[in-house]
């Protein structure tokens, strides 16, 4: 029967000592000889990691990026070099200049970092757009861009297309990973910038499999307020999700204190 396995190669804590931090993420996804890696952090750090952790970057068969923020796109660069015959899944607006404003701090530019893009240039043939869901493997697909049915997730961030604050970042590009097991889905996600909820119904509507097995990834959480909390929790509780593995922008504390697993670098899943 398939096993997949899916480690979180690097994050903003560590579960073992010798592994890199960073604000970043990055899944190593492995299902039977299917390999995937799903983000790349912000810097080259996963690829340090997956070394440490004795797992051959070289063997790299899809690069799927769950959209442009940077903490997501810096280690595109050694992601390529490592495995040059790598098929690249993305959004084209995982491209797009972007930038995050905090109150009483300039703008700060969030889009792909320059290295990122001058990887990717000589690839720019062999990109697999993902405007729509596509399918990577057997029983293995992304969402591409995700439709957004319950307004009270947005995007849960001072998010904009322009240094001056004037056009909101919708992060159209954002999408999920799923894989269906005979328990139900297993979905990864980035950020999940298109809401947690969105991402589950859209999931379920395009693989036709109600039943979901894990959620793992980033829930985007950490400062959300008391009424986003409840919505979402309580949407995760009606779709019957069996188990909740959260990281990276979820927010400890509150991924704890919903009952969810926190996962950290060097930390895998499995069934
Ligand atoms: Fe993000
Ligand atoms: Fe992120």
Wanted: proline share 7%; charged share 20%.
């Amino acid at each position: 029967m398939d096993k997949v396995r899916i480690t979180l190669l690097v994050d903003n804590q560590a579960a073992m000592p010798g592994l890199q931090t960073e604000h970043g993420l990055s899944f190593w996804i492995q299902r039977d000889a299917d390999t995937v890696l799903f983000d790349t952090g912000a810097s080259g750090a996963w690829a340090a990691n997956a070394q440490t952790l004795g797992l051959p970057t070289d063997t790299i068969q899809h690069l799927v990026l769950s959209h442009g923020h940077r903490d997501h796109t810096g280690g595109i660069p050694e992601a390529l070099q490592a495995s040059p015959e790598a098929r690249i899944y993305m959004h084209p607006k995982t491209l797009m200049p972007r930038y995050s404003l905090h109150p009483g701090m300039g703008p700060r530019p969030l889009g792909l970092p320059s290295a990122s893009w001058k990887a990717l240039t000589p690839y720019s043939d062999a990109l697999r757009w993902s405007t729509a869901p596509m399918r990577l493997a057997r029983d293995m697909g992304i969402t591409g861009p995700i439709l957004r049915r319950h307004p009270q997730e947005s995007s849960s961030g001072p998010f904009f297309l322009d240094p001056e604050g004037r056009q909101t970042d919708p992060l159209e590009d954002d999408q999920a990973l799923w894989i269906q097991t005979p328990e139900g889905l297993v979905i990864v996600l980035g950020c999940a910038h298109a809401g947690v909820a969105n991402t589950l119904d859209h999931i379920r509507e395009i693989t036709g499999e109600s039943r979901i097995r894990a959620v793992i990834g980033g829930i985007h959480l950490a400062k959300a307020d008391q009424e986003r909390l409840e919505f979402t929790a309580e949407r995760i509780r009606e779709a019957g999700v069996q188990e909740v593995q959260a990281c990276h922008c979820t927010g400890e504390s509150v991924a704890l204190s919903m009952g969810y697993g926190w996962m950290r670098a060097g930390g895998s899943w499995e069934t």
